[in-house]
């Protein structure tokens, strides 16, 4: 079993910072596990660009392993003319340049609703994940589903894949091996459930990754680790204990803060799950 925490401890580059200065900025710091977001330069979602394997050569070497993360606000339940056939493209070319990088996963999203529309654009969103779960399978590519963030009750855009219900919803229709679960615990913070009725209700074993910030439980926010009130030594000692063994991501402020905040994480990780005999 593998406890070195900081060493399964990644950091989401998202839109922060590019994708080779990232490597060089991963790489010299022994950051292990890397998502990065590619819209800022979509000449990288080609999957014939060179740079993407130059960048595949240099995460092998480094032993780096690297996600792709598309935008939540594409909506993945859009149906409308052109929208729809361009949100099957951006989420296809996610697929394939990740392929090219050599990346272990891309995170997608379950789309959002209008007050009056939910079931209709859920099952929008689950035909277009299967879609994309089949064209997975051919690219030998791993699609992680994130479970989003509530929004107040009275938004008129909500969040798709936000609640227990909603996550049954995707996961009972998506049957694919290549379709898996990306639970973000500081979203799952802010349900009345919190992070344990998230677990009890999901199958862990689909889950390929564990995202990570703090929260203060009211509203959206990434924070950095202790600005908040999640409890990360109950989710380590709950997802180690219920036989979790896959790497964990930071998504909070800025990168550099998230190298710091890895050394804060880690060390409560180790002592929880060293204090609990896991």
């Known amino acids: 079993m593998?406890?070195?925490?900081?060493s399964r401890i990644g950091i989401d580059l998202n839109r922060r910072i590019g994708l080779e200065p990232g490597l060089d900025w991963a790489i010299a710091h022994g950051v292990r596990y890397l998502d990065i977001c590619l819209d800022p330069?979509?000449?990288?979602?080609?999957?014939?660009?060179?740079?993407?394997?130059?960048?595949r050569e240099r995460i092998a070497e480094a032993g780096v392993t690297l996600g792709l993360h598309t935008l939540s606000a594409v909506n993945?339940?859009?149906d409308s003319p052109f929208l729809s056939e361009a949100t099957d493209a951006y989420l296809t070319a996610y697929l394939r340049a990740a392929k090219a990088i050599g990346a272990g996963w891309v995170i997608m999203?379950?789309?959002?609703?209008?007050?009056?529309?939910?079931?209709?654009?859920?099952?929008?969103?689950?035909?277009?994940?299967?879609?994309?779960?089949?064209?997975?399978?051919?690219?030998?590519?791993?699609?992680?589903?994130?479970?989003?963030?509530?929004?107040?009750?009275?938004?008129?855009?909500?969040?798709?894949?936000?609640?227990?219900?909603?996550?049954?919803?995707y996961f009972e229709r998506l049957t694919s091996p290549a379709l898996r679960w990306s639970f973000t615990t500081?979203?799952?913070?802010?349900?009345?459930?919190?992070?344990?009725?998230?677990?009890?209700?999901?199958?862990?074993?689909?889950?390929?990754?564990?995202?990570l910030a703090d929260n203060r439980g009211e509203i959206e926010e990434h924070l950095y680790p202790g600005t908040g009130n999640v409890d990360?030594?109950?989710?380590?000692?709950?997802?180690?204990?219920?036989?979790?063994?896959?790497?964990?991501?930071q998504d909070y402020l800025g990168i550099d803060d998230m190298l710091r905040g890895r050394e804060i994480i880690a060390d409560i990780a180790e002592k929880a799950v060293a204090r609990e005999g896991v």
């Open 2 to 6: 593998n406890n070195d925490f900081r």
């Open 41 to 55: 330069d979509p000449a990288l979602l080609d999957p014939a660009n060179p740079r993407l394997a130059r960048a």
């Open 76 to 78: 993945v339940a859009e």
């Open 109 to 169: 999203h379950g789309g959002y609703h209008f007050t009056a529309d939910k079931r209709e654009r859920m099952d929008i969103a689950v035909a277009r994940l299967a879609r994309m779960s089949a064209i997975a399978e051919d690219e030998g590519m791993t699609i992680l589903l994130e479970n989003m963030n509530p929004e107040p009750a009275g938004a008129e855009v909500k969040y798709l894949v936000h609640d227990p219900g909603e996550a049954l919803y």
């Open 186 to 211: 500081n979203h799952a913070h802010m349900l009345d459930c919190g992070i344990r009725g998230f677990l009890d209700v999901m199958d862990l074993s689909r889950c390929g990754e564990v995202r």
């Open 232 to 249: 990360f030594a109950d989710i380590f000692r709950e997802l180690e204990r219920r036989g979790y063994r896959g790497h964990y991501m």
